[in-house]
């Protein structure tokens, strides 16, 4: 295990009847700026809560709304804009990762002398930022207790992450109930999106012990709480077990002391870029193939593991079998269980004419990682994924 540091400063409120922790904005001064997507908040009546909130705590509020799914840099511009002309204090994200990343992107580019896309393509430049706060809305991500957030400018095909400890909310309020009114395909994304992460983190060059039960403990809870979820979505144990694995999956927790680089996330961002995806729908397509690609002798027995120890397969079977059911069962719990499409066509991508753009710039983000890959691997795999 690698020397680490390890803090997480987000104070999280958990469960029914946080909502009225938002009074606790008061620490970070009188003027907020509210941040939400496409109208989910409205409908479901937390826009009016939050609101009666912030104003009997005496805060003043002002707006930014229909932030899109896969945040694009022209809301962030316009965050930035509403903070430097009102005085903001304070971001509060009330949404999903979409919703949280546009807020974390908007709270630095409001402290940052310089157009905000400058803080997505390069981290470096993120040396101030307003506080970020979260209400959550859906299980995927995981923003709501990381330090990344990732924007898109789709004039240009670009989908980066980046990241600052400055990023990490510094409270986020985490209400399984309010994750009740998610649509049955983003339920299913937000738990492929949860699973990559630990993927992400698991299949690592150097792994830690504990770390890898830990990954094992959040995959296992997806796969049994996923399906829940989707067949009764006011199933408060079930969101609330998808709540917090998302939170967990990336909050720093399960890579600490490990050499994790991660690789199916730079290929889908690349979908995204291009085609406009539900990330966690490219993850789940991805992600099968990508691991039959990696599977080796030098990969069988972490494969193998994988099998035995999250899908419960004989301990004591061939290695390869094991690691190939493994694979396999992983695919059928995306396609059968979570209901997902695994292709690339079905999600709208029906030409390989931009594999090879999309892999040479995924390329960069798979040098590092488990199994490195190079732009001509990552066309196999869209290939295959096609
Ligand atoms: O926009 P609204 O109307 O709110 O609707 C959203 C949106 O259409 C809807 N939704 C959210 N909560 C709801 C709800 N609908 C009904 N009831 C609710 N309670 O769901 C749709 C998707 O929302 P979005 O925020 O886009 O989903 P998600 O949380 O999956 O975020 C995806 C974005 O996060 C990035 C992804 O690339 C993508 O851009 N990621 C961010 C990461 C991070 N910050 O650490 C890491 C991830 O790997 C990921 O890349
Ligand atoms: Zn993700």
């Known amino acids: 295990m690698y020397n680490f540091t390890f803090e997480i400063p987000t104070r999280i409120h958990f469960g029914q009847g946080q909502l009225k922790r938002l009074r606790e904005l008061k620490e970070s001064g009188s003027e907020v700026l509210l941040v939400y997507g496409g109208g989910s908040i409205k409908r479901s009546g937390l826009y009016d809560d939050v609101l009666k909130i912030l104003r009997e705590a005496g805060l003043g509020v002002f707006e930014l709304s229909g932030v899109e799914p896969n945040p694009r840099i022209e809301s962030v511009r316009k965050g930035v804009r509403l903070c430097r002309e009102n005085g903001i204090d304070m971001v509060l994200a009330v949404g999903g990762g979409s919703v949280i990343d546009c807020a974390k992107v908007t709270a630095a580019g409001a402290k940052y002398d310089g157009d905000a896309w400058d803080l997505v393509i390069d981290p470096s430049k993120i040396t101030a930022a307003l506080p970020v706060y979260a209400v959550l809305t859906i299980a995927a991500t995981g923003s709501e207790m990381d330090s990344f957030a990732v924007i898109s400018d789709l004039s240009r095909n670009e989908k980066w992450g980046t990241g600052s400890p400055l990023f990490t909310p510094k409270m986020s309020i985490l209400d399984p109930s309010y994750t009740f009114s998610v649509s049955r395909r983003q339920t299913a994304a937000g738990t492929a999106d949860i699973m990559s992460h630990t993927f992400e983190n698991y299949f690592t060059t150097e792994e830690g012990f504990l770390q890898a039960r830990f990954c094992e ?85 972490k494969f193998a593991e994988y099998g035995v120890n999250v899908w419960d397969l004989d301990p004591k079977a061939d290695k390869w079998l094991n690691a190939r059911e493994a694979i396999e069962r992983t695919r059928r719990f995306f396609k059968d269980a979570l209901e997902i499409p695994m292709t690339l066509r079905e999600v709208g991508i029906t030409t390989q004419e931009k594999f090879e753009i999309m892999a040479e710039k995924a390329a960069a983000g798979c040098e590092g990682c488990y199994v490195p890959l190079k732009k001509e691997d990552i066309v196999k795999i869209y290939q295959a994924a096609f």
């Open 217 to 301: 403990a959040v995959l296992k809870t997806c796969i049994h709480y996923g399906p829940v979820a989707l067949k009764d979505p006011e199933n408060y144990e079930a969101r609330a077990n998808l709540m917090w694995a998302s939170s967990w999956a990336i909050n720093g927790t399960l890579n600490a002391g490990c050499g994790v680089n991660w690789c199916v996330h730079p290929m889908e961002h690349e979908l995204s870029a291009f085609y406009d995806i539900t990330h966690g729908q490219g993850l789940a397509i991805l992600t099968p193939h990508w691991m039959e690609y990696v599977l080796s002798a030098d990969t069988v027995d």
